[in-house]
C-alpha cells in the first residue's frame, strides 16, 4: 500500500514537472466561482459531486429584508461546501416537509449543485434548476426527496434553491412600494431570477452548460416556472421549462392580485404588528413576523402584479404571446384533489354545485355527476383537482402551445401509491411525483416501492432528462411521447405507459366560462 501511494506521487511530480494534467479527485471537488471557490464532497458511492450551501445572493436581513437581493461579498480561500445552507425561515406548513439542514433563517439564500462524478469544467452538460413547492410559503431545497443523489447519473446537472417565503417573500405594502420605485412585493420570485443569473456566471465550472437550463418544479414550483416564463427579468436565463402540478394562469388557488389590492391587504396586517415604519417593521425578530401570520382570517402572501416583475397578468402576457418561447412540458397528478371527498353526499354534492353555479349546475353534474357514491367519489376528487391544480396547469398549456412557438408535451401522472407515514390513502396524489422524477422513493416516510414504482421513476427520469438535453422527452427504451398537438395527445404515466387523446377537455371548457376560486 505504501508503495503503491510513492508510486502515484511520483507519478504527480513527474506530470507537473512536464506540464501534464494529472486527474485528482481532491482536485475535482473544488470549483471556483465569481466569488470565490467552493469545495464539495462526493455522494451515492463516489458517482456525484455534490456542492450543497452555495449563497448565490446577501443574506436579505436586517436593511435588506423585503429588498431584491444583492451581490454576495467575495471570500478567500475554500469555502466548505459539504452541508447544506439553512431552509428559509417559514410556519409549519406541510407535515411531509422533512429537512436536513438546521434551523430555519432569514439567512437562506442558497442553493446546491450536483453534477456526474465525471464532469469537468468543459463537460457542457445539460443544467436543471429545481424550484421547491410549498405554496409560496413553506418547503427548501434540503427535503430528502430533492436529493441530488440520481439525476445527475442521468447525465444532467441538478441545481436545487431556497428562496424566500410568504411573508418575508411576497409582503406588499405601500411604503414597500415606495422604496422600491414604485413596485413591492415578488421577493421570492427575483430570488429566483438572481440564483438563475448565479448559474449563467459559475455553472461552467461544475460541468454545466449555461446556454441549456430547464427549470423546473411542483406544485409553487410549477407556477414560478410558469410566471418566470412570462417575466421579463428572466428572460434569456433558461431555455426549457417543465410544471408539475400548478400553473399562474387559473383563477384559483395562488391567485396574483394587483399591487393596489395587496397593498391594502398587507397594511391591515402590519398595522396588527403595532407597529408604523418600515424600520420598525425591520427590526421586529423573525419569530414575532411569523407568529403574526397565523392571526386569524390571513390567507398568505403569494405573489402579485407589481408593475416590474410583472407587468400584468400572467394569462395576458402569454395571450399575447410575449412569453419566452420555450419548450414546455407540463401536466399534473390523477388524485390532487382526493381531499374533497371526504364527507362528501350525494345531498351535499348537488347542493354545492347549485350553490357554485347556480343555472349551470345540471351542466355541471352531467361532468361530474355525483348519484352514486362511487360516482361521486370519482367525481369530488376530480372536481377537486381541476380546481385546485388542474384547470390552471390545462390553461398554461394550452395557452403556450397557441402563442408560444415552440414544443409542448403534456402529462397525466396515475400510478396509485401505496399508503405512507404522510399519505395514509391510496392514490397519486399532489406532490406524489417528486420522488419519481428525483429518483428517491426510498426518501419517503413509511413507504416501500415496488418495482412498478422504480420502473416508472426511472423512465421519468429519462423523460425529464432527455428533454433537458434536447427539447424532446423521447429517447431509445421508452414509450412514445407525442407532442401536445392539435389531437390533444398526452403520456399516461402509470404502471404501463400509454398515450392517446385527451378526453377531459368538456370538463376545463366548461370550468372556462367561470370557476369559483379555489382557497385552502
Known sequence: ?????????????????????????????????????????????????????????????????????????????????????????????????????????????????????????????????????????????????????FLPGKGVVLVTINYRLGVFGFLATADLAKEGNGAAGNYGLQDMVAALEWVKSNIKGFGGDPDNVTIFGESAGSFAVSTLMAAQPARGLFHKAIGESGGALGEGVLGYEPLEAREKKDAEWVASLGVTTLAELRALPTEKILEGTKKKGMVGFPPDVDGKFLTEPVADTYAAGKQAHVPLIAGWNRDEGSFMANGMTVEKWKGMAAGLFKERADEFLKLYPGDTDEQLADSAGAYGGDSFIAFGTWKWLEAHRKTGDAPVYRYHFELRATPSKFHPGTFAFHSDDIEYVFGTLDTRPGFTPSPEDRKLSDQMMSYWTNFARTGDPNGAGLPVWPKYDKDDSLIHLDSTITSGPDTLRPRYEFLMKGIPAFRF
Open 1 to 149: 500500500m505504501q508503495m503503491g501511494m510513492k508510486v502515484m506521487c511520483a507519478l504527480a511530480v513527474t506530470g507537473l514537472a512536464l506540464g501534464i494534467s494529472m486527474p485528482a479527485q481532491a482536485d475535482s471537488l473544488t470549483v471556483k466561482t465569481a466569488q470565490g471557490k467552493v469545495h464539495g464532497k462526493t455522494i451515492h458511492d463516489g458517482k456525484v459531486k455534490a456542492f450543497l450551501g452555495l449563497p448565490y445572493a446577501a443574506a436579505p436581513v436586517a436593511d435588506l429584508r423585503w429588498k431584491a437581493p444583492q451581490p454576495v461579498a467575495k471570500w478567500k480561500g475554500e469555502r466548505d461546501a459539504t452541508k447544506f445552507g439553512a431552509h428559509c425561515a417559514q410556519g409549519r406548513v406541510f407535515d411531509d416537509m422533512i429537512f436536513q439542514d438546521g434551523d430555519a433563517s432569514e439567512d437562506c439564500l442558497f442553493l446546491n449543485v450536483y453534477a456526474p462524478a465525471d464532469a469537468k469544467d468543459k463537460s457542457k452538460l445539460p443544467v436543471m434548476f429545481w424550484i421547491h413547492g410549498g405554496g409560496y410559503s413553506g418547503g427548501g431545497s434540503s427535503e430528502p426527496r430533492h436529493n441530488g443523489d
